[in-house]
């Protein structure tokens, strides 16, 4: 089965800085998608960024980007000039590349705290 | 994006009684819809798949006479908490996807929390 695991349960990040989500998973498929979602206080799941994992490229979203390393099974979110309304927690989730819609496995999630 | 909606935000009921709870794909005909359960503090859990037309698909340690899916058309699914206790007491999540495609986007609800006394 595939497991997600995030070891940072929480991260601090001052205003206009940068920060870094770690976020290490376990697989035997070749092919797969990984995401990192976030959710606000709000509890509303919120897409940040996407990777196919066929793709070498690591993926950008504006002042988001991933450091996508398959050998390593590693996968993780870099938020540059980080924002107050970044705060919130930080989900990085497996999905299986199928022919069919397919569940996503989430990991235990970061809270990040951005402060002034 | 696709929207997705769920009715009611939040609910309180006593031990004993059953409560329903509908997720709605609003812009987008949704072939499958995922529920989810999430603790205070603590991730997602996947508790069940459905399909329109079909019965759904439960995960491991989830009881299907306890937790009754209908996806009785391509816009809504509805999750029926029957003779709820205080331990069923969490959000719940609904997420839908409009495509049977792998590449299809699963786009979130906004969650309900259930309370029961």
């Known amino acids: 089965a595939q497991t997600v695991t995030q070891s940072q349960p929480e991260m601090s990040v001052q205003e206009a800085e940068t920060v870094t989500l770690s976020c290490t998973y376990d697989?035997?498929?070749?092919?797969?998608?990984l995401f990192w979602y976030k959710q606000p206080p709000s509890r509303q799941m919120i897409l940040v960024i996407r990777q196919e994992a066929y793709k070498q490229q690591n993926a950008t979203e504006n002042r988001f980007s991933v450091n996508f390393q398959k050998a390593a099974k590693s996968f993780s979110l870099k938020i540059s000039d980080s924002q107050l309304g970044d705060a919130a927690m930080y989900f990085c989730a497996y999905r299986t590349w199928t022919g069919t819609a397919s569940k996503l496995t989430f990991g235990t999630g970061t809270r990040l705290q951005v402060t002034l | 994006g696709a929207v997705v909606s769920q009715h009611p935000s939040w609910v309180i009921c006593k031990s004993g009684t059953s409560v329903k709870i509908e997720c709605r794909s609003l812009d987008f005909q949704a072939t499958t819809m995922f529920w989810y359960r999430q603790f205070p503090k603590q991730s997602l859990m996947l508790m069940a798949t459905?399909?329109?037309?079909?019965?759904?698909?439960?995960e491991q340690g989830v009881e299907k006479d306890k937790f009754l899916i209908n996806h009785a058309s391509l816009t809504l699914s509805t999750l029926t908490v029957t003779s709820a206790h205080p331990e069923d007491s969490s959000f719940y999540i609904c997420?839908?996807?409009?495509?049977?495609?792998?590449?299809?986007?699963?786009?979130f609800g906004p969650g309900t929390r259930l309370t029961v006394l």
């Open positions: 459905s399909n329109e037309g079909s019965k759904a698909t439960y």
């Open positions: 997420s839908a996807t409009p495509g049977t495609s792998g590449r299809s986007e699963q786009f």
């Open positions: 697989t035997s498929e070749s092919d797969y998608y």
